[in-house]
């Protein structure tokens, strides 16, 4: 199949086959979605046809939403057979008060008992001391779970996207459904299953949730070393499995797309993300003077902060490169009040420092080569989408796209926990679907207005200190 790929990424996607699991998908069963509330729809949907398994992973589960607890119930309900799996964020889902993330799963929990099962991750950046230092939701800015994936059965759809309203409604991501795909379903599965290892799990108490750490050999913020071990042998037996596997001739004609997943989780010195990324901007390179077009990469992030090693990658390339990044109004922080309604402004600052080393790094001048910014911004909506899409040129559709968790920035990088997947075609209906969805988010764009922007001095000193976690 690598040959049937475009000469710009030929060469990339063998490579690639050979350090990452790979799993071939016919284009028929990819879905691009566009719009929160077809994402929100299609999660329902995938639920309500769920009857073995049902596996969720989100930074939490917003304490409101009924409909979607409702859903889920009626699922377990009505297939007596069925089991619920939810991977969610630690610290994120035990903020404490009334309205508590973890609290609105205890109906399942407590009717379901043995067939709801519920691991929160905790970021082992946040030593025991400062636990019981750091307040909460500040806590969560030593690193959380981060992966979102929403499957069940045979069928799994990846976003960037959380359950909460704001998702389903007015808060732009992407969302890319996988239909029909057992190989793949599974990889995801077992990967969350994966994670449980070395997570809490929640059980119901008539007191309330209750958090339990199964693993008597290891604490809960020393697991960096089991998690390094794990991840590393869960990827390696994927990637033997992807390598060995003969497709039958049917199958091979069938499939047009390939998918590789990453994950990035620098904590546990697991930086697939990065290493894939460097591997493709160094294979652009080397084909530079072998191809007759021009590469264009388009890349986007709700949160732009790109790491310092993935700021070097574009500035040292010829690649052109066209991104988008959540205005200040767009940010899902903003109006927020105490020191969390400096985040804009912080992202505001990390933009000007961006563009000032992309001027400084005297980037060709050709348009075809050049870095842009431009900001997005809806009326009341807010910008959460990342990823990058990959064209031969500026006049013709994607051939990969890079989706998933991922933000791109330094906090995704050496903090949270990222799945996300690169995805290869032939098709030309799926490359025609990745350019809609590129239109589609550069509606809502206009040309970068940050250099207008003040920055106080308080929130410079802010960034100071906590820009890794931005």
Same mark, same amino acid.
């Given at each position: 199949? /690598?040959?049937?790929?475009?000469?710009?990424?030929?060469?990339?996607?063998?490579?690639?086959?050979?350090?990452?699991?790979?799993?071939?998908?016919?284009?028929?069963?990819?879905?691009?979605?566009?719009?929160?509330?077809?994402?929100?729809?299609?999660?329902?949907?995938?639920?309500?046809?769920?009857?073995?398994?049902?596996?969720?992973?989100?930074?939490?589960?917003?304490?409101?939403?009924?409909?979607?607890?409702?859903?889920?119930?009626?699922?377990?309900? /009505?297939? %007596?057979?069925?089991?619920?799996?939810?991977?969610?964020?630690?610290?994120?889902?035990?903020?404490?008060?009334?309205?508590?993330?973890?609290?609105?799963?205890?109906?399942?929990?407590?009717?379901?008992?043995?067939?709801?099962?519920?691991?929160?991750?905790?970021? %082992?950046?946040?030593?025991?001391?400062?636990?019981?230092?750091?307040?909460?939701?500040?806590?969560?800015?030593?690193?959380?779970?981060?992966?979102?994936?929403?499957?069940?059965?045979?069928?799994?759809?990846?976003?960037?996207?959380?359950?909460?309203?704001? +998702?389903?409604?007015?808060?732009?991501?992407?969302?890319?459904?996988?239909?029909?795909?057992?190989?793949?379903?599974?990889?995801?599965?077992?990967?969350?299953?994966?994670?449980?290892?070395?997570?809490?799990?929640?059980?119901?108490?008539?007191?309330? %949730?209750?958090?339990?750490?199964?693993?008597?050999? !290891?604490?809960?913020?020393?697991?960096?070393?089991?998690?390094?071990?794990?991840?590393?042998?869960?990827?390696?037996?994927?990637?033997?499995?992807?390598?060995?596997?003969?497709?039958?001739?049917?199958?091979?004609?069938?499939?047009?797309?390939?998918?590789?997943?990453?994950?990035?989780?620098?904590?546990?010195?697991?930086?697939?993300?990065?290493?894939?990324?460097?591997?493709?901007?160094?294979?652009?390179?080397?084909?530079?003077?072998?191809?007759?077009?021009? %590469?264009?990469?388009?890349?986007?992030?709700?949160?732009?902060?790109?790491?310092?090693?993935?700021?070097?990658?574009?500035?040292?390339?010829? !690649?052109?490169?066209?991104?988008?990044?959540?205005?200040?109004?767009?940010?899902?922080?903003?109006?927020?009040?105490?020191?969390?309604?400096?985040?804009?402004?912080? +992202?505001?600052?990390?933009?000007?420092?961006?563009?000032?080393?992309?001027?400084?790094?005297?980037?060709?001048?050709?348009?075809?080569?050049?870095?842009?910014?431009?900001?997005?911004?809806?009326?009341?909506?807010?910008?959460?989408?990342?990823?990058?899409?990959?064209?031969?040129?500026?006049?013709?559709?994607?051939?990969?796209?890079?989706?998933?968790?991922?933000?791109?920035?330094?906090?995704?990088?050496?903090?949270? /926990?990222?799945?996300?997947? !690169?995805?290869?075609?032939?098709?030309?209906?799926?490359?025609?679907?990745?350019?809609?969805?590129?239109?589609?988010?550069?509606?809502?764009?206009?040309?970068?207005?940050?250099?207008?922007?003040? !920055?106080?001095?308080?929130?410079?000193?802010?960034?100071?200190?906590?820009?890794?976690?931005?």
């Amino acid at each position: 199949m /690598t040959r049937n790929f475009d000469p710009t990424i030929r060469e990339f996607v063998s490579c690639l086959a050979q350090k990452q699991p790979s799993f071939k998908v016919a284009s028929k069963d990819v879905h691009v979605l566009s719009q929160p509330s077809d994402f929100y729809a299609n999660l329902l949907n995938i639920i309500r046809r769920a009857r073995r398994r049902i596996f969720l992973s989100s930074l939490y589960i917003g304490f409101s939403e009924t409909e979607l607890i409702n859903a889920l119930d009626d699922a377990l309900r /009505t297939n %007596p057979g069925l089991h619920l799996y939810l991977n969610l964020d630690y610290n994120r889902s035990t903020r404490p008060g009334p309205s508590s993330p973890i609290l609105s799963l205890l109906p399942l929990l407590r009717n379901y008992e043995h067939r709801v099962h519920i691991s929160l991750f905790r970021s %082992p950046k946040l030593s025991a001391a400062m636990t019981n230092i750091v307040p909460p939701r500040f806590n969560e800015g030593w690193g959380t779970w981060h992966a979102k994936i929403y499957g069940s059965d045979d069928e799994v759809m990846i976003s960037g996207a959380n359950l909460n309203k704001a +998702y389903f409604s007015n808060r732009q991501d992407r969302y890319i459904h996988f239909s029909a795909q057992p190989a793949l379903a599974d990889y995801c599965f077992s990967f969350l299953q994966a994670i449980s290892g070395f997570s809490y799990r929640v059980l119901a108490t008539p007191d309330g %949730p209750a958090l339990h750490w199964d693993d008597t050999s !290891v604490l809960p913020w020393q697991i960096q070393s089991k998690a390094e071990r794990v991840l590393s042998q869960f990827q390696m037996k994927h990637l033997l499995s992807s390598v060995s596997s003969t497709s039958s001739e049917e199958q091979t004609n069938s499939s047009d797309v390939v998918i590789f997943p990453v994950i990035q989780a620098g904590q546990f010195n697991i930086r697939e993300e990065e290493h894939t990324l460097s591997m493709l901007f160094d294979h652009l390179a080397s084909r530079e003077d072998r191809l007759n077009q021009e %590469p264009i990469m388009n890349l986007t992030s709700g949160y732009f902060g790109l790491s310092k090693e993935y700021q070097d990658l574009i500035l040292k390339s010829n !690649v052109g490169c066209s991104i988008i990044a959540a205005s200040p109004k767009a940010n899902g922080f903003y109006g927020s009040g105490g020191l969390s309604g400096l985040i804009p402004e912080g +992202y505001t600052l990390l933009e000007k420092r961006f563009m000032s080393a992309v001027r400084a790094a005297r980037r060709p001048c050709s348009s075809n080569h050049n870095v842009s910014l431009k900001e997005w911004e809806r009326d009341g909506w807010t910008y959460h989408a990342k990823g990058i899409w990959l064209s031969p040129s500026v006049d013709s559709p994607p051939v990969l796209t890079l989706f998933g968790s991922t933000n791109l920035n330094s906090r995704s990088t050496n903090l949270d /926990t990222e799945l996300s997947f !690169v995805m290869a075609t032939t098709s030309d209906e799926l490359r025609q679907k990745l350019q809609e969805e590129i239109k589609g988010l550069h509606r809502w764009a206009v040309p970068w207005r940050g250099g207008e922007r003040k !920055v106080r001095w308080r929130t410079k000193a802010i960034v100071a200190l906590v820009g890794g976690m931005l």
